[in-house]
């Protein structure tokens, strides 16, 4: 045994440990947020809430379907769905740990067919098309419950520009003035995100078509906060979904707390003033406590799905 594969086997075994780490401390976030809302909860239709929860696990699996169009673009045929979706919803739990490097670095430490700098450039370019489709939804939905001709004229916009910004020619650019010799990971990190930013129409599509889905169907399971909390409507849980989404994307970009706890919180706060107290404190705690229920279903589904062979099945 060399000392190399050694030292690999050693980080791989302590990533795993991590995994479990993470599995065990969401649990806790969650533990403690139902806590929190025990008293807020006496009057919930909680049967409701069950529609909430299967919506938020089939948008989510739809999102990693979006992560694993994007792996193909850039290493095709190399990991099957279900390794990748290990990686994948193993990488979602290590978001909630201090850091966002967690999930990263157990990705390219156990899909070692891909090199580091290509797993953060398909992190980058995921996040980054989440952050443009999440603002995407939020502002639509601003805009249609302001006025319905300006939300349909917001989504044709958001359309339009999502098919304008595909384009390789600015990245290019940053990418020249990059010295290969001293930021050498950093310039082939950007590779990948020019990679995707070259594709088809068709890929653009399917990118599209899919991040949409899921958000759409995010925002369609609010409908049932709506209806499940006494004093709102369907309505007022599409418009509470729109300003949760805004809220997300505060937290998403706040790197400095765990799956940015508390940031997202405070902006939903802010933004959702005009709404009954009570109903926003709820809201805002059982949107967290959601995500966290489905990042342990899906985690926990896939947790051993990488003790098989690496290789792609046909």
């Known amino acids: 045994m060399t000392n190399n ?43 409701w809430l069950a529609i909430v929860f299967l919506g938020n696990c089939i948008s989510s699996y739809i999102a990693f379907e979006g992560f694993r169009l994007i792996y193909e673009r850039i ?12 990686l994948y919803f193993i ?31 398909i ?6 098309l989440t952050t443009a489709f999440a603002i995407f939804v939020a502002c639509s939905v601003a805009a249609i419950m302001f006025n319905v001709a300006l939300g349909i004229a917001a989504i044709f916009l958001g359309i339009s520009i999502y098919f304008i910004c595909w384009q390789p020619s600015t990245l290019q650019k940053i990418e020249k003035f990059i010295p290969t010799s001293k930021i050498v990971f950093v310039k082939n990190a950007i590779q990948p995100v020019i990679t995707i930013a070259t594709a088809n129409r068709t890929f653009q599509f399917k990118v599209l078509i899919i991040f949409l889905t899921s958000w759409v169907i995010y925002l369609i399971s609010w409908m049932w906060y709506g209806i499940a909390w006494p004093s709102l409507t369907a309505l007022d849980g599409i418009r509470l979904c729109g300003i949760y989404t805004l809220a997300w994307f505060f937290g998403y970009i706040s790197f400095v707390s765990p799956s940015g706890l508390g940031v997202r919180e405070a902006a939903f706060f802010l933004l959702a003033k005009d709404f009954p107290p009570d109903a926003i404190a709820g809201m805002a705690l059982l949107g967290r406590v959601t995500l966290l229920l489905v990042d342990i279903i899906l985690g926990l589904i896939y947790l051993y799905a990488g003790n098989g062979s690496n290789a792609r099945t046909q």
């Open 75 to 86: 290493q095709p045929n190399t990991y099957n769905r279900r390794f990748l979706a290990h």
């Open 5 to 47: 594969f050694s030292a690999k086997n050693i980080i791989k075994f302590i990533l795993i440990g991590l995994s479990l780490a993470s599995v065990a401390w969401v649990i806790y976030i969650l533990y403690s947020s139902i806590e929190e809302i025990k008293v807020s909860l006496d009057n919930i239709e909680y049967q």
């Open 123 to 128: 992190n980058a370019a995921y996040m980054l």
């Open 91 to 121: 990488g979602q739990l290590m978001k909630h740990l201090p850091g966002r490097i967690f999930g990263i670095a157990y990705q390219a430490s156990i899909g070692d067919k891909t090199s580091s700098s290509q797993w953060v450039g």
